[in-house]
């Protein structure tokens, strides 16, 4: 009991500002918030146990079209978040690669689009969430250890062959403080070449937090910093807002063709994805 009150008085030391008035809001959130985890957990255990006689990635096909895709939208709901696109999101066929700034932007593009996300290790390895966010259609990889990336390549791009399933990964490695994008890493371009997908730069911008054009000072309400604040409290945190605004802005796309056309590899790729992402960002 001891250990849980300590724990308690923890997270909520980490977010002094939070109201009296905002408690109920977070309370009935977070109770929402589980109830959908744990369903959206139930089905796709349950809906792995039906699909065990058929081909290996069946499963991983309907699960994120039908059981994914639906319980993102419904927890961007919960979070009071809601977006404004400047074009069609593509259903298939297609590599999504963005700015990075916390987990409500993999959020946003799982709702928009049924696809599988590229994330780090360290999330995997985080009790419970981890493998919440296995279910919910992440593949992992430990970019400390460049030796495995190889190997995560070639299981994506299998995946991607056989499910024909969407899938986003964030050149920056990591994220960054919602304004400023850091530098692209290439390696994971070569999903792109592997798999003959168009490649699609994107943009995802925070304009508005509670109804307020956002700024220096609340972006952090939604900006997720892991070195700064733990993902849970986080959460909590963004939970006694009322809402939130993104815009995703789709690029122009970078087909096979135009791959084959200008002999392109990964590095170049990378190069004209980074700089387009980056020209976008700065009209905001």
Known sequence: MNKFKDYSTKILSQYNDISLRTVPRVLIKTLVFLFIIIVGILSSILLK???????????VAINTKYIINSVSKILLRIFGVSIRINNTVPKNDTIFVSNHWGYLDSLALMALS??????????????????????????FVDRARNTTIPNIIDKTTLILNETKLNFVFFPEGGTNDGVQMRSFSTSFFQIGLNTHYDIQPLTINILEVNGSKVTDKNIDYVVFHGHTIRLIPHILQLFTLKSIVLQV??????????????????????????EDIKRSLNKY
């Open 49 to 59: 146990i039906l699909f065990l006689p058929f081909r290996k990635y069946r499963f």
């Open 114 to 139: 049924p696809c599988m996300v590229l994330s780090n290790t360290s999330i995997k390895n985080m009790f419970l969430i981890g493998k919440v966010m296995e279910l919910m259609g992440f593949l």
């Open 249 to 274: 802005d789709l690029l122009t796309p970078i087909t096979p063709d135009d791959i084959a056309k200008n002999n392109w590899n990964r590095k170049q790729i990378g190069k004209k994805c980074e």
